[in-house]
């Protein structure tokens, strides 16, 4: 287990450094959607709400999840570790379980009220660049535990396996929330093997049919096998957001932080109506 959280600090957060940042500059040479704040205040912000989250990963998400796979090999308790598997297919397995277990993670939070509260502080950004990719609140991240945990327990995923797929579904993550505009062919085909700018910013719709799709994380599979897949809205006609949370007064880290604690309100703008798509593309509202 040691030795997975030292691949994580000597392989991973550089790794994901040079990402973040090759994915800040491109998206700031080609950008997907025009922003609705100042980028560097909102860069401040969502840094801020990301240093507690990240600490709640290296602190106490990472430690757990690998206890769980130390755990579930030492006992040989997980359907990995009971199959007789040749190991290359055994790491490929992995992968493609706690991917699949992470899609169901990330629907779950949008459909349980109580894990939405949480998750909510990720949405409320009112644009979508590499910064948000980071911007979740610390109780999300320790709450994420009991889940992602006892998926790879039940999984059967080796300590490496757990800290390879984690590098990854953190680029991933940042790859998909960036603004970076990809050449739409290239973009096209990717997207048939993986979550991409465009599907993921569908994701972060105020339109709420919009916002219930697009869950998967790495593999874009999952959304189409569930048939929770959509990629037939122009990024230019997409407003990002939750539409009860609408001020730039709100986006201030104190409020972020309480958010999760505060009676959540409806899925609706601030002047009571709802957020719908009309034929030609164009919201209803709001524009
Ligand atoms: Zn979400």
Redesign the pocket.
């Known amino acids: 287990m040691k030795s997975a959280l030292r691949i994580f600090d000597r392989v991973g957060a550089p790794l994901l450094t040079g990402l973040a940042t090759a994915f800040f500059v491109m998206e700031t040479i080609h950008d997907l959607r025009k922003r609705k704040q100042d980028r560097w205040q909102r860069l401040k912000t969502n840094s801020s709400i990301a240093t507690v989250g990240l600490a709640g990963l290296r602190g106490a998400l990472l430690p757990a999840m690998l206890s769980g796979s130390a755990w579930t090999v030492q006992k040989r308790f997980g359907l990995l570790q009971r199959l007789p598997l040749p190991r290359w297919l055994q790491g490929v397995l992995a992968f493609v379980l706690l991917d699949y277990s992470n899609y169901l993670w ?1 629907r779950l ?2 459909q349980c009220p109580f894990l939405w509260r949480f ?1 909510n502080v ?2 409320t950004d009112l644009d979508l660049d590499i910064s948000t990719a980071w911007r979740f609140h610390a109780g999300e991240v320790l709450l994420s535990i009991f889940f992602r945990g006892g998926m790879i327990v039940l999984i059967g995923a080796s300590p490496r396996q757990v800290i390879t797929y984690e590098i990854l579904y953190e680029g991933a993550t940042a790859f998909h929330h960036s603004n970076w505009k990809l050449p739409f062919a290239i973009e096209k085909v990717l997207n048939k093997l993986m979550v991409t700018p465009r599907m993921h910013g569908i ?2 719709s105020i339109v709420l049919r919009e ?1 219930n799709s697009n ?1 998967s994380v790495i593999f874009s599979a999952w959304d189409r096998l569930h048939g929770t897949v959509r990629l037939n809205v122009p990024q230019q006609e997409i407003v990002i957001g939750v539409p009860a949370y609408r001020s730039t007064a709100e986006e201030n880290v104190r409020f972020l932080l309480i958010l999760p604690f505060r009676p959540q309100r409806e899925w609706k703008l601030p002047d009571g109506s709802i957020p719908e798509r009309n034929a030609s593309g164009n919201l209803t509202q709001l524009l």
Request: aromatic share 10%; glycine share 0%.
């Open positions: 990330h939070n949008h998750h990720h949405h994701h972060h916002t869950y």
